[in-house]
Protein backbone atom coordinates (compact mmCIF):
# COMPACT_ATOMS: atom_id res chain seq x y z
CA UNK A 1 0.00 0.00 0.00
CA UNK A 2 1.72 3.54 -1.15
CA UNK A 3 1.88 5.99 1.10
CA UNK A 4 1.20 9.55 0.34
CA UNK A 5 2.43 12.80 2.65
CA UNK A 6 1.89 16.32 1.45
CA UNK A 7 4.26 19.30 2.76
CA UNK A 8 4.48 22.71 1.42
CA UNK A 9 0.82 24.29 2.66
CA UNK A 10 1.01 27.39 4.71
CA UNK A 11 -0.33 30.88 4.65
CA UNK A 12 0.19 33.43 1.88
CA UNK A 13 -1.24 36.42 0.38
CA UNK A 14 -3.09 37.17 -2.17
CA UNK A 15 -0.71 37.11 -5.33
CA UNK A 16 1.73 35.35 -4.12
CA UNK A 17 3.30 31.64 -4.64
CA UNK A 18 3.68 28.02 -3.03
CA UNK A 19 4.74 25.47 -3.93
CA UNK A 20 3.27 21.55 -2.73
CA UNK A 21 5.03 18.45 -2.71
CA UNK A 22 4.13 15.09 -2.70
CA UNK A 23 6.05 12.44 -1.28
CA UNK A 24 5.03 8.42 -2.25
CA UNK A 25 6.54 5.76 -0.41
CA UNK A 26 7.09 2.27 -2.48
CA UNK A 27 7.86 1.30 -6.25
CA UNK A 28 4.94 1.74 -7.78
CA UNK A 29 5.15 5.52 -8.09
CA UNK A 30 6.00 5.73 -11.79
CA UNK A 31 3.64 3.74 -12.71
CA UNK A 32 0.49 5.39 -11.74
CA UNK A 33 -0.85 8.70 -12.53
CA UNK A 34 -0.89 11.40 -9.64
CA UNK A 35 -3.25 13.93 -8.91
CA UNK A 36 -4.14 17.00 -6.67
CA UNK A 37 -7.39 17.35 -5.20
CA UNK A 38 -8.61 20.35 -2.68
CA UNK A 39 -11.32 20.79 0.17
CA UNK A 40 -12.30 24.14 1.14
CA UNK A 41 -14.34 24.16 4.44
CA UNK A 42 -17.86 23.57 3.91
CA UNK A 43 -17.60 22.08 0.43
CA UNK A 44 -16.74 18.91 -1.19
CA UNK A 45 -13.60 17.53 -2.43
CA UNK A 46 -12.53 18.83 -5.66
CA UNK A 47 -10.48 18.13 -8.27
CA UNK A 48 -7.98 20.31 -9.27
CA UNK A 49 -5.20 19.09 -11.74
CA UNK A 50 -3.78 15.56 -13.02
CA UNK A 51 -0.35 14.21 -14.75
CA UNK A 52 0.22 11.06 -16.41
CA UNK A 53 2.91 8.54 -15.37
CA UNK A 54 5.51 9.71 -17.70
CA UNK A 55 4.74 13.80 -16.91
CA UNK A 56 4.06 13.84 -20.34
CA UNK A 57 0.41 14.88 -20.08
CA UNK A 58 -1.12 17.25 -18.05
CA UNK A 59 -5.03 18.06 -16.87
CA UNK A 60 -6.25 21.07 -14.64
CA UNK A 61 -9.72 22.16 -13.53
CA UNK A 62 -10.42 25.68 -15.53
CA UNK A 63 -9.96 27.82 -12.23
CA UNK A 64 -6.42 26.95 -11.76
CA UNK A 65 -5.42 26.88 -15.25
CA UNK A 66 -2.51 29.44 -16.30
CA UNK A 67 -1.79 29.77 -12.47
CA UNK A 68 -1.23 26.30 -11.37
CA UNK A 69 1.92 23.45 -12.65
CA UNK A 70 1.67 19.93 -12.28
CA UNK A 71 4.78 18.34 -12.41
CA UNK A 72 6.29 14.64 -11.12
CA UNK A 73 9.83 13.53 -10.56
CA UNK A 74 9.94 9.81 -10.97
CA UNK A 75 13.29 9.51 -9.72
CA UNK A 76 12.44 10.83 -6.01
CA UNK A 77 9.08 9.57 -5.75
CA UNK A 78 7.36 13.30 -5.89
CA UNK A 79 4.99 15.34 -6.72
CA UNK A 80 4.57 18.59 -7.20
CA UNK A 81 2.02 21.71 -7.61
CA UNK A 82 3.23 25.29 -7.88
CA UNK A 83 0.43 27.54 -7.47
CA UNK A 84 0.83 30.86 -8.34
CA UNK A 85 -1.43 34.08 -8.24
CA UNK A 86 -3.14 32.71 -5.60
CA UNK A 87 -6.69 34.25 -4.84
CA UNK A 88 -8.65 33.73 -1.74
CA UNK A 89 -10.78 31.35 -2.79
CA UNK A 90 -8.08 28.72 -3.76
CA UNK A 91 -8.14 28.45 0.63
CA UNK A 92 -8.21 25.08 0.75
CA UNK A 93 -6.89 21.15 2.43
CA UNK A 94 -4.87 19.99 -0.62
CA UNK A 95 -4.74 16.50 -1.22
CA UNK A 96 -2.64 14.10 -3.47
CA UNK A 97 -3.55 10.99 -5.00
CA UNK A 98 -2.35 8.35 -6.47
CA UNK A 99 -4.05 6.94 -9.69
CA UNK A 100 -5.06 3.39 -10.20
CA UNK A 101 -3.63 3.42 -14.25
CA UNK A 102 -0.94 5.09 -15.69
CA UNK A 103 -2.92 7.50 -18.05
CA UNK A 104 -5.95 9.94 -16.54
CA UNK A 105 -9.26 8.86 -17.28
CA UNK A 106 -11.93 10.38 -14.58
CA UNK A 107 -10.97 12.22 -11.56
CA UNK A 108 -12.76 9.01 -9.62
CA UNK A 109 -10.08 7.33 -10.90
CA UNK A 110 -7.62 7.72 -7.58
CA UNK A 111 -7.67 5.14 -5.13
CA UNK A 112 -5.00 6.20 -2.39
CA UNK A 113 -5.05 9.57 -0.62
CA UNK A 114 -2.34 11.51 1.51
CA UNK A 115 -3.72 13.09 4.54
CA UNK A 116 -3.51 16.73 3.26
CA UNK A 117 -1.90 20.00 3.73
CA UNK A 118 -3.39 23.34 4.54
CA UNK A 119 -3.26 26.11 2.15
CA UNK A 120 -4.62 29.62 3.19
CA UNK A 121 -4.50 33.04 1.11
CA UNK A 122 -5.59 36.37 2.49
CA UNK A 123 -6.77 38.96 1.26
Known amino acids: QVQLVESGGGLVQAGGSLRLSCLASGRTFSSYAMGWFRQAPGKEREFVAAITWSGGITYYTTSVKGRFTISRDNAKNTLYLQMSSLKPEDTAVYYC????????????????WGQGTQVTVSS
Open 97 to 112: AKGRTPAYYSQTDFGS
